[in-house]
């Protein structure tokens, strides 16, 4: 796995060149490129630049995932597709068919069976045993959660499904997300941390602390970048 650390003071500007590129690349490569999106705060302001950005992505040949989302409807104010919806997808023309919405309105194992087959039906006709995304966004929680794998939750523990229900007693709710295996299949992961009260945390992450799940994020064959905005 190589891994990369970007420090930046311009840390949206940044994160919408290390998106656009590897959008570049994959389309240039493969005619698609396949994006995870991550929810919380940090991403929304990247979202919204990459919506203006020029040259525009090539929003057709793009697929957007969500790396996790509540058991919420999808106009809910805590739903991660309505941020991504609100900031991103009402100001692109982005094919509906591009977009897999993870549907948080449904009971949460039938939800994460349903998002698991879409990804495994795309993954088959590119020949893939699990989804490969060409880029999957993280971002890193102050108990060092990452999508919406908690520290002590059975999801942790998954080795099989892609996609699953989590119960997370420290929210008492329950979440749906990716998995290792999806996330460790990815061709490249970047964290988005724009917080300097996070580098702490983001070092002890880096530095394999056990107890933080983002710490077992590892590309199986692929890359890990880290954009730390100062
Ligand atoms: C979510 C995210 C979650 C988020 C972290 C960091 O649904 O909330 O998937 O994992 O990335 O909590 O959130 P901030 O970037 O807002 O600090």
Redesign the pocket.
Known sequence: MKERVINTNCFVEDAVIVISDAARRAISDKGIFRLSL??????KPVYAALARAVPALDWPRIQLTF????TVPPDHEQS?YRMVKESLLDHIEIPEGNVFRMKGELEPTEAAALYERELRQVASRFGEERYSHDLLL?????DG?????FPGTEALEETKHDVVANRVPQLDTT?I?FTYPLINAARHVCF????AS?LTLVNQVRSGRADYPAAKVHPTSGELTWLLGQ
């Open positions: 991550c929810g919380g705060g940090t991403p790396g996790d989302e509540r991660n993280l971002g890193v929680g102050d959660h990452t999508a919406s794998l979440r997300t988005m941390v724009n917080s996070k």
